[in-house]
């Protein structure tokens, strides 16, 4: 697990999150043409849970969903 640094909503926050999950992050932001910081800032203005466990949830969510789409 590693920490990432980032800055959302004016204030610097450390996200501990798995590798994986982390790269798959970046892949979403790529695929939906939006900075990784700017995907970040959706999931935290949403999330009810702690901020790892919610981009956790959303990397699983976008996953079901484009399975589902198939």
């Known amino acids: 697990m590693k920490k990432h640094s980032v ?4 204030h610097r926050t450390s996200i501990a999150i798995e590798d994986e ?7 979403i932001a790529q695929r939906q ?8 800032i ?3 203005n949403t ?3 702690n901020l ?7 990397v ?3 996953y079901v969903s484009q ?4």
Do not use: P, V
């Open 7 to 10: 800055e959302l909503s004016g």
């Open 21 to 27: 999950f982390w790269l798959e992050l970046k892949k």
């Open 33 to 40: 043409n939006i900075s990784l910081r700017q995907l970040l």
């Open 42 to 44: 959706r999931i935290d």
């Open 47 to 49: 999330h009810t849970l």
């Open 52 to 58: 790892a466990s919610s981009i956790r949830l959303y």
């Open 60 to 62: 699983l969510k976008y």
């Open 67 to 70: 399975n589902n789409q198939s």
